[in-house]
């Protein structure tokens, strides 16, 4: 039973005691105050029936938001990738070689142009300070 249906029971009930509502001061006041509770019950549905709504609306907000979150995270493991590797020049044939993470755990990499194998030397160009003059 809702708050209306209550105020409902309650005004049949008083309309069937067929109270005085015109000459008797009680009855006057019975039906002012069972007015106000119709009053407050029609507010309250009001009320509920906006919180709901409220409710659905910030159940897709949250469902967009998430959206948005998993765009963003990803551009970012994106750019992580982009600078996780540098490059360095085969010293048998002078290709280009991508350094990954493997490669740098290892030490070692592999020339894929003429399949030479050399240790990673990061010291040098890291440890290169110019200076002397
Ligand atoms: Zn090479």
């Known amino acids: ?15 069937g005691l067929a109270i005085d509502t015109e000459k008797s001061k ?9 007015g106000i509770l119709e009053e407050i019950g029609y507010s309250i ?16 907000v949250s469902d967009d938001l998430s959206d948005v979150e998993e765009i963003l995270f990803e551009d970012d493991d994106d750019e ?3 600078d996780d590797y540098f490059t360095v020049e085969c010293p048998t044939c002078g290709k280009e070689l991508i350094v990954d993470e493997d490669a740098l755990a290892e030490g070692v990499i592999q020339c894929p142009g003429c399949a030479d194998t050399f240790a990673l ?8 300070e110019e200076d002397g003059e």
Not at 26 to 34: D, Y
Not at 121 to 128: A, F, G, N, T, Y
């Open 45 to 60: 549905e009001d009320l509920e029936d906006t919180t709901a709504e409220l409710g659905e609306e910030i159940d897709a």
């Open 80 to 82: 992580d990738e982009d």
């Open 121 to 128: 030397d990061l010291s040098d160009e890291d440890e290169d």
């Open 1 to 15: 039973m809702t708050i209306s249906e209550k105020v409902a029971y309650l005004k049949g009930l008083s309309e």
């Open 26 to 34: 009680e009855g006057k006041l019975i039906k002012e105050i069972i």
